[in-house]
Nanobody, 122 residues
């Protein structure tokens, strides 16, 4: 079965950096668009960034543009999220998601990981 496993979360001070990873198995990774989403306590889940199946296109939420960078390594079945200049408002559970040849703008995702906690202290 399809599994998405996130890692790399933790506690960091404002202005710091973290790199999240999402390892996929049970699917042909190179055919899947991948997205990162986050959910803060008491708030709805929000879109962060997506990357096309080829890696040639990306789409960022305005709130993270210029600070976060998504990348993928199809040989390792892994998508990464490099988060720089972190702010306390970035605190959330970050989850990755996968969709077969999915759209990176307004797309829906079939497969989801369990998430990893990111906490940014002020």
């Amino acid at each position: 079965q399809v599994q998405l496993v996130e890692s790399g979360g933790g506690l960091v001070q404002a202005g710091g950096s973290l790199r999240l990873s999402c390892a996929a198995s049970g699917l042909t990774f190179s055919k899947y668009a991948m997205g990162w989403f986050r959910q803060a306590p008491g708030k709805e889940r929000e879109f962060v960034v997506a990357i096309s199946w080829s890696g040639g296109s990306t789409n960022y939420a305005d709130s993270v543009k210029g600070r976060f960078v998504i990348s993928r390594d199809n040989a390792k079945n892994t998508v990464y999220l490099q988060m720089n200049s972190l702010k306390p408002e970035d605190t959330a559970v970050y989850s990755c998601a996968a969709e077969l040849y999915g759209a990176i703008i307004g797309g829906t995702y079939k497969y989801w990981g369990q998430g990893t906690q990111v906490t940014v202290s002020s």
